[in-house]
C-alpha cells in the first residue's frame, strides 16, 4: 500500500496528467522500460490552488457557505482546466481555511516546541508573553501565508535572534536560566533573558 502526493498539480504540463489518466482508468502504468506499475493499493493524493481566490472571497463574504455552493463554484474552474474524461475520476474535497482559533492553536503549539527545546538542551524556561502569540496568530491568518508562516517566522526571525543572544550570553560566560519572549509594535518581537 501506498500513497502519492502531486502537490500543486495545476501547475504540471498536460503529459504529466495524460500519464495519470492512465492509472486512473486502468490502475497502472508503464514505465520508460515498459516495466508495469502497480497502482491497484495506491491512494493517489493531488492538490491544487484553482479557484481559491473565489472561494475566499465568497468565504470573506459568508464564512458558512454550504459545500455544495463552494462545489458550484469550483466547477468550471476545473473544467477549463483538467480533461474531463480526468476530472470524472477525481473526488474533489474543498479545504476551508483554518479560523483564528485553529491558527492560534497552531501557534502555541510550534511555540511550545521552541520552549521544550530550550529546557531539554539549555534548562532554560520560556515565559511567552499573549501579545507574541496575538502578532503570530494575525500573521499566520493573512491569506497569502496561512499556518506555513509560523515556521517561516520561526526559522527566519525568531530563532536566529533567540541562538545569537543566547550564544553571545554563554561566550560571555553567563548562562541563563529564564527567557523572555514578547512583542510590541514599534519593536518587534522582543527577547530577554535572566540570570540567576
Sequence with gaps: ???????????????????????????FMRDGEGREIDFR???ILMTANLGSDAIMDLLSERP????GELQALLRPVLRHHFQPA???????????PLNE??????????LAQVSQRLRR???LTTD?????YDALTAACLLPDTGARNIDSLLSQQILP?????????????????????????EEGIGLEFTHG
Design 1 to 27: 500500500y501506498s500513497i502519492v502526493l502531486l502537490d500543486e498539480v495545476e501547475k504540471a504540463h498536460r503529459d504529466v496528467m495524460n500519464l495519470f489518466y492512465q492509472v486512473f482508468d486502468r490502475g
Design 41 to 43: 493499493n495506491t491512494v
Design 64 to 67: 458558512d457557505a454550504a459545500d
Design 86 to 96: 480526468l476530472l470524472a475520476r477525481f473526488q474533489t474535497v474543498i479545504y476551508r
Design 101 to 110: 482559533a485553529a491558527m492560534r492553536a497552531i501557534v502555541e503549539m510550534k
Design 121 to 123: 538542551h539549555y534548562g
Design 128 to 132: 511567552i508573553d499573549a501579545g507574541l
Design 161 to 185: 535572534a533567540l541562538s545569537r543572544q543566547l550564544l553571545a550570553h554563554m561566550a560571555a560566560g553567563q548562562r541563563p536560566k529564564a527567557l523572555t519572549l514578547d512583542w510590541s509594535e
